[in-house]
């Protein structure tokens, strides 16, 4: 049975940086799309970013410049590098491969 598991969410101050990981168990990571979402209370699922298996990213336009996706095959592993966050960026944060989704992981800032 395929895994994602998120983790290293937290509290963190407006300006602040937290880094976010993604690890894949069982699945032929290096061929697959990774994306993470976010979801804020009372508002939608949306992408914030997404890293293809070249290596090419994405990123919404909130994000740009702050975020960074990466990934490594070889540890099946994507992280979301976000720095200078803002109130705006608090939400459950999701990681997505071939149609599966983690559990989440809760990221707070605060002002």
């Known amino acids: 049975q395929v895994r994602l598991m998120e983790s290293g969410g937290g509290l963190v101050q407006a300006g602040g940086s937290l880094r976010l990981s993604c690890a894949a168990s069982?699945?032929?990571?290096?061929?697959?799309?990774v994306a993470w979402y976010r979801q804020a209370p009372g508002k939608q699922r949306e992408l914030v970013a997404h890293i293809n298996s070249d290596g090419t990213t994405e990123y919404a336009d909130s994000v740009k410049g702050r975020f960074t996706i990466s990934r490594d095959n070889a540890e099946a592993m994507s992280y979301l590098e976000m720095n200078s966050v803002k109130p705006e960026d608090t939400g459950v944060y999701y990681c997505?491969?071939?149609?599966?989704w983690g559990q989440g992981t809760q990221v707070t800032v605060s002002s």
């Open positions: 069982k699945i032929i990571f290096s061929t697959k799309t």
């Open positions: 997505w491969i071939a149609r599966l």
